[in-house]
């Protein structure tokens, strides 16, 4: 589904390249479980964010459900990126402004998605997470383990084919950790949603299907479990 | 979709109670000043539009200028030949009309059965007044109203005042004592916005010079209604041919004189002759206050802007997340003006409910008779929704672009850049600058508005009482001077022909002793009585004050008999080639009366002090005085005031009491002045409010994202002041730049604005280094919360949100 050839990504400090990521190459097939690890530095973050589209590389082709999307025009990419991909991030990322049910309904409301059809969809979503006490609370009024289940709600309500995350359990204790591993399995199982993740938590890594290691820009090692 | 543009808006106001408070009432106070100002300014231009004739009508201005004078004389009072004759002769004017000031010296009295009235606005007036000008009849007939002598025409509100619900048309009116004059019609009020103001207007054909036509000594107005396609210009070129040609024989050798005319809508605004009906306005402040109205407007929106655009830092997590969800540029573009459209409308409301509120105040002070009725749908509805559009757009518009363009990774990290910050401080700068200007000029017109009020002008009007007794003969005069003068209190009494603080009749000197017989020299003059120098403290410098001697040379009823003796000024002898002591004893004539120069005074100021000192000459001539002068003591005025008022009511008790004191009088002739300073000092007020709520704003942004660097430098062991000075200096820095940049300007503009006095103050350094000391303070006393705020932070909590 996925397909990195010789990505690169390098800034200039004081006249010298800097690598941030090094002439990757990587293959995803739809289903897969990836999880990326890697110290600090290493570029894990960069590479989720160039697969998410959010951020360009410098070099190196990029193929997306069989799109060369280093060919694309930023409105084709948008229109890709908003019906295909679900961002889930370590700070949940929620807009403090609105309720949980608005939170979820955002995004599709950016894809002009009738008001009827956003009720029953959310309703939904809501149902399944066991949310739907919460709905009306903002997001001050819940907990880490309870904001990360809206995030990652809000990156599935327009059912995408990949989910992307970043260290989505890096502010949750170890109990609401494993809980949203859970759900994330059962996604990846049930409903069959890819999923990449970028993990420091060897024990979450194992909930994947494969795990690939960064250090220094470049793909260290890669094994499946 | 819509309504979650809305909703989010709203929420987020909000939730940001501190900024969204300050944003708009900023707004609200710049909209409300803005409307105030705007109502004053279209109050202004339609100035004698509503005539159905107003493009047609001219007014015709009397010039003239003799050799030996410094400047020409401009004034709107003209000869009573003028209307006539031009009428007849020139193809091109339809119609003209001759208006006179019957209340100009004193105010008439009116009496209708036992209802005595001091009427202050009565005019007289040609019977083609109601044909050129065309006020609507209630009742009367329009064509007849003013064709017969003693006739007169009311305005409703005097009609009422008089007649009650009665039909006025028919009755008698007593008018000053004498004349019975009968009501012919009744007509709407005159409205505020008319240069020719009346509550009554009497035909002009009781006046004797009525029927006499003379080209010299003029005394009235007059208007010329044009014929269709008639111009001003050509009229005027054969008005000055007739001037020349046949009236050549009438012209004192020398002597230069010509016609103007002004078209009717250009006398409010845009004349510069003297003795009109009213004083007329000066189109330079209807500029100046355009000016300051779209200012005031701009400065509450950069407050709006720069908020905004300070909390970007702050909203570009929330950018982030949106575009990461799928938002499009113009989806936040919308959302954005969404915000700003929501400010604005509030704004407009409550600075509309503001001015409303704020009205009777303003139009009092502005000094115009300003009505809610100036509010009229018709401007008022687009205005407004003009204004919204405008300045949802000026403070929606760049900030929506701006935020809307930010990338969602590197904004998701948290902090946004601010790299608008140098834009941010130029408009703070740019607000400053302003403040400081407008801080300056107040400074300087209090200053001058003193300084002409203290200053001393060679008369001591203090404790100066002045009686309107127009025309009242002098024996009449003696008797009452007599009763008063063995009252308590009272120093002195005299009678002079005008006020002698603007003395206005305009004469001429000739025959002057060792010049040559075309000599001439125009010269303002007035007949006063025995005591009028010493009443008022006017110093002489040679000769001596009148004696009963002279007194008695000028009391006999011939004018050929009399002897004339003058008391001229400094800057009269001066014109004349003479110094004060060789002036003494010098034959001159002053429009035929011939007579010797009995003394010089030290120059004292008889007019405005716009204008430096002229040639004046007094001299003692009994016929006609319209002001009595006395001077009294300081103590007990209350008293003395009392007495001279039972001694009045005793002598006329059909002549209800007026006085008031001399220097009220001169003070009222500087009221353009002291409204001016008036205006100046509320928009002062209104953008240095406005200005100081931006940079309070910027304070707690400013603050906020400097948390960690004083954090850091307070564990490094900063002080309490350390931080405070650090944190304030940059709102400081900026200050000083507006300062730096506001004075010169504010220097240039107030040099022009003082050329207008002959007596002005000199700018001086401390006037510029006090506003920058007063700027600074309240600067500092805005940021200083903010600063302080900071400066006592828990250096652990500030490292921690990192």
């Known amino acids: ?225 | 979709m819509i309504k979650t543009y809305f909703k989010t808006a709203w929420r987020y106001l909000l939730n940001n109670k501190t900024t969204t408070l300050i944003s708009i009432a900023g707004l609200a106070v710049g909209i409300c000043c803005f409307l105030l100002l705007t109502t004053y300014l279209l109050n202004e231009l339609r100035y004698d539009r509503f005539y159905p004739n107003a493009d047609r009508i001219v007014r015709v201005g009397n010039n003239y200028k003799t050799i030996n004078d410094n400047q020409e004389t401009n004034s709107a009072v003209t000869p009573t030949a003028v209307v006539p004759v031009f009428k007849r002769q020139i193809a091109g004017i339809e119609d003209g009309v001759r208006i006179y000031n019957y209340s100009g010296y004193k105010p008439v009295t009116v009496q209708y059965k036992d209802d005595l009235f001091n009427e202050k606005k009565v005019l007289l007036a040609d019977d083609s007044f109601f044909k050129i000008f065309g006020f609507k009849f209630l009742a009367g007939n329009a064509a007849s109203a003013l064709s017969t002598p003693g006739s007169l025409v009311l305005t409703a509100s005097t009609a009422k005042k008089y007649f009650g619900n009665d039909n006025p048309v028919g009755k008698i009116l007593k008018v000053n004592q004498t004349n019975n004059m009968m009501v012919t019609g009744v007509i709407e009020d005159v409205p505020a916005y008319s240069q020719i103001k009346f509550d009554m207007l009497g035909s002009y054909s009781m006046l004797d010079r009525s029927k006499v036509l003379k080209w010299d000594s003029g005394n009235d107005y007059s208007y010329f209604l044009l014929k269709p396609g008639a111009a001003a210009t050509s009229v005027q070129q054969k008005m000055n041919l007739y001037l020349t040609d046949v009236l050549k024989s009438q012209q004192k050798p020398g002597r230069h004189a010509w016609f103007t005319l002004e078209k009717l809508t250009d006398v409010h605004l845009h004349s510069s002759l003297s003795n009109g009906l009213e004083p007329s306005g000066n189109i330079k402040y209807i500029y100046i206050l355009s000016f300051v109205a779209v200012i005031l407007l701009v400065l509450a929106c950069i407050n709006f802007l720069n908020l905004v655009t300070a909390r970007a830092a702050e909203r570009a997590h929330e950018i982030g997340v949106r575009k990461v969800m799928g938002a499009q540029r113009k989806q936040l573009f919308i959302q954005f003006i969404t915000e700003a459209g929501l400010i604005t409308l509030a704004s407009l409301l409550i600075g509309l409910a503001l001015a409303y509120l704020a009205f009777p105040a303003f139009s009092n002070f502005a000094g115009s008779q300003l009505g809610l009725s100036t509010w009229r749908f018709t401007w008022l509805a687009p205005l407004l929704s003009g204004l919204f559009i405008t300045v949802t757009l000026l403070t929606g518009a760049y900030p929506a672009l701006y935020l809307s363009a930010f990338k969602p990774v590197t904004n998701m990290k948290g902090h946004g850049s601010s790299k608008n910050g140098n834009l941010r401080k130029g408009l703070v700068v740019l607000q400053f600058v302003v403040s400081v200007f407008f801080i300056i000029c107040t400074l300087i017109v209090g200053h001058q508005l003193r300084y002409i009020q203290s200053m001393d002008t060679g008369i001591n009007r203090s404790q100066v009482l002045v009686m309107d007794i127009g025309g009242m003969p002098f024996n009449k005069i003696e008797t009452f001077k007599n009763a008063i003068s063995t009252q308590p209190g009272i120093k002195s009494t005299t009678a002079s022909y005008d006020s002698p603080v603007q003395i206005k009749g305009g004469y001429t000197i000739t025959q002057a002793e060792g010049k040559s017989p075309d000599y001439s020299l125009s010269i303002t003059g007035i007949p006063v009585e025995r005591g009028f120098v010493n009443t008022l403290g006017i110093k002489l410098l040679q000769g001596s004050d009148y004696t009963p001697a002279d007194e008695k040379q000028v009391m006999t009823d011939t004018f050929a008999n009399r002897k004339y003796s003058f008391i001229i000024n400094e800057t009269a002898a001066r014109a004349l080639g003479w110094k004060p002591e060789q002036a003494i004893g010098k034959r001159i004539g002053v429009n035929g009366r011939i007579g010797k120069v009995k003394a010089v005074t030290r120059d004292f100021n008889f007019a405005s002090l716009h204008k430096s000192i002229t040639p004046v000459v007094l001299f003692a001539e009994y016929d006609w005085f319209s002001k009595l002068l006395i001077k009294t003591s300081a103590g007990n005025l209350q008293n003395t005031l009392t007495g001279i008022k039972q001694t009045w009511k005793s002598f006329y008790p059909n002549t209800p009491f007026e006085a008031h004191f001399l220097d009220q009088e001169f003070d009222e002739m500087y009221q353009n002045e002291q409204r001016t300073g008036g205006i100046l000092n509320i928009f002062t007020a209104v953008t240095v409010f406005i200005s100081c709520l931006g940079l309070f704003g910027l304070a707690i942004f400013t603050t906020k994202q400097r948390f960690k660097e004083v954090s850091i430098r307070k564990v490094l062991g900063a002080s309490v002041s350390n931080i405070v000075a650090l944190v304030s200096s940059d709102f400081l820095k900026l200050v000083f730049t507006a300062i730096i940049i506001a004075s010169p300007l504010a220097w240039y503009a107030m040099n022009r604005w003082l050329q207008d006095f002959a007596y002005r103050i000199t700018l001086s350094w401390w006037i510029f280094v006090l506003s920058a000391v007063l700027t600074v303070l309240l600067a500092f006393i805005t940021v200083s919360y903010q600063t302080l705020r900071a400066a006592l932070i828990n250096p652990v909590k500030g490292l921690r949100s990192e």
């Open chain 1, 1 to 225: 589904m996925l397909s990195l050839k010789n990505i690169s990504k390098h800034y200039n400090v004081g006249g010298n390249k800097t690598f941030v990521l090094n002439k990757i190459d990587l293959d995803v097939d739809a289903g897969e479980f990836i999880s990326i690890m890697g110290p600090s530095g290493s570029g894990k973050s960069t590479l989720l964010n160039i697969i998410g589209l959010l951020d360009e590389p410098s070099e190196g082709y990029h193929y997306f459900l069989g799109e060369a999307i280093h060919n694309l025009k930023e409105k084709q990419r948008s229109a890709l990126y908003k019906s295909n991909i679900g961002f889930v991030f370590q700070a949940y990322h929620l807009i403090d402004e609105l309720t949980v049910y608005e939170n979820i309904e955002t995004p599709l409301i950016y894809q002009d998605v009738k008001s009827s059809e956003r009720k029953a969809l959310v309703a939904d979503i809501l149902d399944r997470f066991q949310i739907v006490g919460k709905k009306d609370l903002f997001p001050a009024q819940l907990s880490g383990g309870q904001q990360q289940l809206v995030g990652i709600a809000r990156a599935l309500i327009t059912k995408p084919k990949l989910l992307l995350a970043d260290e989505p359990t890096g502010n949750l204790n170890s109990k609401q950790g494993e809980d949203i591993m859970e759900l994330f399995r059962k996604l990846n199982k049930e409903d069959g949603v890819t999923i990449i993740q970028v993990t420091h938590s060897e024990k979450n890594a194992e909930f994947g299907s494969r795990i690939i290691n960064l250090l220094d820009g470049k793909i260290d090692s890669s094994r499946n479990i």
